[in-house]
């Protein structure tokens, strides 16, 4: 697969980028980049040997963490081209969190398999988008998954 | 806390001890461990420093593989029980997957907290058990989940 040039994952502000999942500040995680690919969501990741169920076979909760910032990334491309930019503009994109995360495993997924993550999304208003996503291994859908994203609120986590 | 003295987990056929979540021969996994606390489940878990979303709270991706094993190893609890057993007795339990996950992110979860994951499980049928989660960090419930498990069919993950 050609690699994603324009991750929104590389514009995220410097002190919201240190995501276990897509953070490239963080060096321990997973480093998801998603860009587009036409009107869809693209993100491509290859899970590391250890990211088992059982041998041979990928684990749901790495599928779960691949939809979980696919979606919230996903969410960021959709609404930042919404304003009229483009991740290769190099502005700020909006960031989300996931206000919800659904699953369906459909295949035991293989290892040692780049997986190809799609989506679609779905303005519900303004501030909030859903993410439909399948997941890819070979031609097989192997996963499904729904994230609801949310413009992350102002202050987040300050109680 | 008082950590988890049975954990079903431990007792995991040898073969299929291998999962990066839950699993005793992952040497790279997160190590969840899951036990009865009555008629519930429980599974306690202080994430890693990297398991950050945003500096300070905890990656949503970490919550939704803590809901999935802790889900799985719920429903081996209860069909191990269903069946006469508990994990002490040192008989091989019952193996899981996921058919579907939900995970509801209700507040941000703050860094460096042992996290009380709670299980009620329900029977659907003979092989297939709802276990509703939830997830508290200190006495804030900060994340809901629902997993479907079904008893892995045999020669899972073969063609």
Redesign the interface.
């Given at each position: 697969m050609t690699p994603i040039k324009y991750a929104i994952q590389d514009y995220y502000p410097e002190?919201?980028a240190?995501?276990?999942?897509c953070?490239r500040n963080?060096?321990?995680?997973h480093g998801f980049r998603t860009g587009w690919s036409g009107d869809e969501t693209l993100t491509i990741y290859k899970p590391e040997p250890?990211?088992?169920?059982?041998?041979?076979?990928v684990?749901?909760?790495?599928l779960?963490?691949?939809i979980?910032?696919h979606g919230t990334g996903s969410a960021s491309l959709a609404l930042h081209r919404k304003q009229g930019n483009e991740p290769e503009d190099s502005i700020e994109p909006p960031r989300f969190?996931?206000?919800?995360?659904?699953?369906?495993?459909l295949k035991?997924t293989p290892q040692n398999v780049e997986l190809l993550t799609i989506g679609q999304v779905e303005e519900v208003h303004s501030k909030k988008f859903n993410v439909h996503t399948e997941v890819y291994a070979h031609e097989d859908l192997v996963a499904k998954g729904l994230v609801v994203a949310a413009v992350m609120p102002e202050g987040?986590?300050s109680s």
């Open positions: 002190d919201l240190h995501c276990f999942g953070g963080n060096q321990l995680g250890e990211h088992t169920a059982i041998p041979g076979f684990y749901g909760g790495l779960a963490s691949l979980d910032c969190v996931t206000a919800s995360l659904e699953v369906k495993y035991p987040f986590g």
